[in-house]
């Protein structure tokens, strides 16, 4: 049993790398697992719900997620709420499971802590309730939850999974150099609790469509598809 970790794959648009994956991993069964950190977009039309999910569907391994800002958090919010491995959960499918904000989940000997959402520089270009949702942001009580979470663990996890990153990570490169992403947003401030009193060995993030190590404890996320505590 093995467990992965890439970045963004909204919906179709990044799909193909899940697809070479595959071919390159022939002996992956539905007991390995896959984490996307962030802008999952397989929940993001009703109408094409079934058919958006099925390619996702038929992949060979398990295919976990933190949502992102590019979701539909209106058709996620009407998935019960349930625990696996030690977190709450949506469960899309039974093997293509949401993995919600300010959770641990033990998973393969590993604890993870999960906290998605972002802020969308694109949203004045959508359409709130049909292309963007304000509920993309984490609200006081998630952080509160996720605070609380971490707490009850002594503040120490193994890896951190989240979709945007902390306000210290904004200042090492490569994200430093991406002029356009960077102004602070409100999770930057959020997920910057983290930061300081989080213990962990790395933490991985995707939404900034970057391939890349931060430091020895950081990476982000896109088309790059990695063992769980491995760099980039």
């Known amino acids: 049993m093995a467990v992965f970790v890439t970045g963004d794959t909204h919906g179709d648009h990044d799909f193909a790398k899940l697809v070479r994956f595959s071919r390159q991993h022939e002996g992956l069964t539905k007991r390995d697992y896959l984490i996307i950190a962030g802008d999952f977009g397989g929940v993001w039309w009703e109408p094409t719900l079934e058919k958006d999910l099925k390619p996702y569907e038929a992949l060979p391994f398990t295919v976990l997620f ?30 293509i499971i949401h993995l919600m904000r300010g959770q641990v ?47 009850a663990r002594g503040n120490q996890v193994d890896y951190i999974i989240t979709h945007s990153c902390g306000e210290r990570a904004l200042m090492y490169p490569p994200l430093r150099t991406r002029s356009f992403q960077m102004d602070r947003y409100p999770e930057n401030q959020m997920l910057a609790c983290f930061e300081d009193v989080a213990m962990y060995k790395r ?15 950081m990476s982000v996320l896109y088309q790059a598809i990695v063992p769980l505590g491995e760099p980039v």
Not at 69 to 83: A, K, W
Not at 203 to 217: E, Q, R, V
């Open 66 to 95: 933190v949502d992102g800002n590019h979701e539909n958090f209106s058709l996620l919010e009407r998935y019960p709420v349930e625990r696996w491995k030690g977190g709450k959960v949506h469960f899309i499918k039974p093997d």
């Open 105 to 151: 989940f033990e998973l393969e000997g590993s604890t993870i802590f999960t906290f998605g959402g972002a802020t969308s520089i694109d949203r004045v270009l959508r359409r709130e309730g049909v292309s963007w949702w304000k509920e993309e942001l984490p609200s006081p009580a998630e952080l509160a939850e996720g605070i609380a979470n971490l707490k």
């Open 203 to 217: 933490w991985y993030f995707g939404h900034y469509h970057l391939d890349g190590n931060l430091n020895d404890k």
